[in-house]
């Protein structure tokens, strides 16, 4: 029969593909139950998305089946993943320098791609790779492609976009995070050299980086006009790595903290205008914003689906879970909100391609992403009973992962106050 | 020779979807299910790209049989490396009664109007699991076959084939023109990048119907009901052997 047959065939590509969809492994699954792939977009009518936008995504999940997603228990217990290795595999495929110029690797396509690339990336079965990733493409080396000199950008943008370089990102600090102005790094000008002391925390991808881009006061004066953005190798002498955090969730990305001892890098390392680092990193935190709520969703989704497929299978009180009104309902609600920010997201994005300035809608994006995926992982882990508590289900990883949104890229009081600035509610 | 090759590629439920019969048992449901190439096209494909990257043949050309929608997967083989694409135009009703054998003289007429030196497809589609397309697309064009390819060799005006066959390996060598069908072993699909799937925006699909072949779509064969296999029932443990013979004799089975 050719229906069964279709199955074996299937089988075997499985074995052949190394797919991990689904991911259950402790389940045995109903071959004959219905069940509708997450996001079951078309190519017709989509808000943003072109058949192209569609290809990519085909191709970054093909990549994340095949060489991401069998390996992430593994690098979640390790405490790292090989970010070399995954990102030459990325760059080769394009994907790391989708809206970069392509006279350094780049796509130069508009920031729709780079919203197509961060959804599809969500299918990873883990928050931290998607961040590492997102680190490298869209916080790292925004400022660089727009303002750095040909030379900088030769020497730190284009190997990133081809996958050859680990970049990583040094603003916040220990004793600075949501006040980015309050930073302490100094990087003292002597001759054509910058000399840095202090140091710099929550850094993703630290202790692989081959390069930070580093904000640090160049000169006293006002703390918002006084930073500069810094290309710096990891490898020069007094750049210490302290140590690699211990963090409740993104097991599987490396945290550090960095320390700078009397570092000297070449003055010409300054991106763009001394004094305008501050803005040029504020300028990006629009794409940061979405980046991390495209993301996000298509976890979401997955989260959702796999929460319907054990409750549809497991029994309380001669029926299946999912068969409790209150398990099926409170799924609706959850995906009801899960499609109201997808729709926010694509709204912001096709704004913004047109060149509007779309910093509330992000910021309202970047909020509720963070609140929704809370919620939704509290209530979906709610329904896996006892499984959901142990470390062997997606839904206990994404619990601990997702918390870190509502806190990095922006902590949701941020997101607040920038709303209020635009509904001008703020005491003045 | 030309060095032109043409590559049969199949739009098809994917791999990973979870088949659902349709109530009226008339086919499976393909309304708003995701699609993709047949996994073994894909190796077609592959394999035909990289026979050109070997500068071994000149032109890579994607045919695919249906209504709109297949233009999709001509794009993805278009994005792996062919040059252009034939969108074989068939309509949706026609579509569902289109089998390996009108396939096969489609091809076969298109392998003719287009010189080809090789025609590569893959062994089957995992829907219809037929098996049939490029044997008798050589069939009709009396050209030799050499099918369930593992590997292959173009060496001047032969091709050297290793078929995965029930006993083991087997190793022809047939001359070409030939059709090929691709096995799962024969090479490893490569990713469809970013810049390449840009650059196959710019590259050609040209619209033929099979009328414009000489092509007959009508089929003798009717399917009369699909159903889903039976539900896997629960199995039972036994303590030893012993117990495994017995059994089996009691179901029958030995």
């Known amino acids: 029969m050719a229906v069964r047959a279709a199955g074996q065939i299937a089988g075997i590509c499985h074995l052949y593909r190394s797919s991990s969809l689904g991911g259950f492994r402790t389940l045995s699954q109903n071959v004959s139950s219905s069940k509708h792939t997450p996001s079951n977009e078309t190519t017709v009518d989509h808000l943003i998305y072109t058949p192209e936008h569609f290809a990519l995504k085909e191709s970054i999940k093909k990549i994340i089946d095949q060489e991401i997603n069998p390996h992430v228990d593994q690098w979640e217990a390790e405490g790292k993943f090989p970010a070399h290795r995954i990102f030459k595999i990325l760059?080769?495929?394009?994907?790391?320098?989708?809206?970069?110029?392509?006279?350094?690797?780049?796509?130069?396509?508009d920031f729709s791609y780079s919203v197509a690339v961060s959804e599809e990336l969500g299918n990873i079965r883990c928050g931290g790779i998607p961040m590492a990733i997102g680190v490298q493409t869209d916080m790292a080396t925004p400022a660089l492609a727009r303002f750095g000199s040909h030379e900088l950008k030769t020497e730190f943008l284009l190997p990133s976009i081809l996958g050859d370089k680990v970049a990583c990102l040094g603003v916040s600090e220990v004793g600075a995070g949501s006040d980015v102005s309050s930073i302490m790094t100094k990087a003292v000008r002597e001759g054509d050299e910058y000399v840095i002391n202090g140091g710099k925390m929550w850094t993703t991808n630290g202790t692989q980086a081959d390069w930070m881009c580093l904000l640090a006061n160049t000169s006293d004066g006002p703390p918002h006009r006084n930073k500069s953005l810094i290309c710096l190798p990891m490898d020069l002498p007094g750049v210490h790595i302290a140590r690699q955090i211990d963090k409740m969730g993104m097991r599987s990305s490396d945290t550090a903290e960095v320390f700078f001892d009397d570092v000297r890098v070449p003055s010409k390392n300054v991106i763009g205008q001394e004094g305008m680092g501050f803005t040029y990193q504020m300028l990006q935190f629009q794409e940061e914003r979405l980046w991390a709520v495209a993301n996000t969703l298509t976890t979401m989704d997955i989260v959702i689906q796999e929460t319907i497929d054990y409750t549809r299978q497991r029994k309380i009180f001669k029926m299946p879970v999912l068969h409790h009104q209150t398990v099926h309902f409170r799924l609706a609600e959850l995906q009801t909100e899960v499609e109201l920010l997808r729709s926010l997201l694509h709204r912001a994005t096709a704004l913004f391609i047109k060149g509007n300035d779309v910093t509330k809608l992000a910021s309202m994006a970047k909020l509720k992403a963070g609140r929704l995926a809370r919620e939704l992982g509290d209530s979906c882990l709610q329904y896996w009973g006892g499984m959901g508590f142990t470390n062997d289900v997606l839904v206990s990883r994404f619990y601990r992962d997702s918390r870190l949104i509502s806190i990095g890229g922006g902590a949701d009081e941020v997101m607040l106050g920038i709303i209020c600035k635009y509904m001008d509610t703020l005491p003045k | 020779m030309s060095g032109r090759v043409l590559v049969g590629v199949k739009r098809v439920i994917d791999y990973a979807v979870k088949i659902r019969v349709k109530p009226d048992h008339s086919g499976v449901v393909t309304e708003g299910v995701k699609h993709s190439m047949n996994p073994f096209c894909e190796i077609a494909v592959e394999e035909a790209v990289k026979m050109k990257e070997k500068k071994l043949i000149k032109e890579v050309v994607a045919v695919s049989c249906g209504p709109q929608q297949v233009q999709e997967t001509i794009r993805t083989a278009l994005a792996m490396g062919a040059d252009r694409?034939?969108?074989?135009?068939?309509?949706?009703?026609?579509?569902?009664?289109?089998?390996?054998?009108?396939?096969?003289?489609?091809?076969a007429a298109l392998a003719k109007k287009e010189e080809?030196?090789?025609?590569?497809?893959?062994?089957q589609a995992i829907d219809g699991d037929c098996n049939q397309t490029g044997q008798m697309t050589a069939a009709l064009l009396d050209w030799p076959q050499g099918t369930f390819a593992s590997e292959v060799t173009l060496e001047g005006g032969h091709v050297k084939v290793v078929r995965e066959i029930d006993g083991g390996l087997e190793t022809i060598k047939i001359n070409t023109p030939a059709v090929l069908t691709a096995d799962l072993r024969l090479n490893t699909p490569r990713y469809a990048t970013l810049p390449n799937i840009m650059k196959a925006k710019k590259k050609k699909i040209a619209n033929v119907k099979p009328a414009d072949l000489g092509v007959e779509l009508a089929s003798k064969l009717q399917v009369l009901r699909v159903d889903a296999p039976p539900q896997r029932e629960a199995g039972v443990k036994v303590e030893s052997v012993a117990d495994l013979v017995a059994k089996l004799k009691e179901a029958g089975t030995i």
Do not use: T
């Open chain 2, 85 to 107: 694409g034939i969108h074989v135009e068939v309509s949706a009703k026609e579509y569902e009664s289109l089998g390996p054998l009108q396939v096969s003289k489609i091809l």
């Open chain 2, 116 to 123: 080809a030196q090789l025609i590569i497809l893959g062994k």
């Open chain 1, 91 to 109: 760059g080769n495929a394009g994907i790391l320098g989708v809206n970069k110029p392509v006279e350094y690797g780049g796509l130069g396509l």
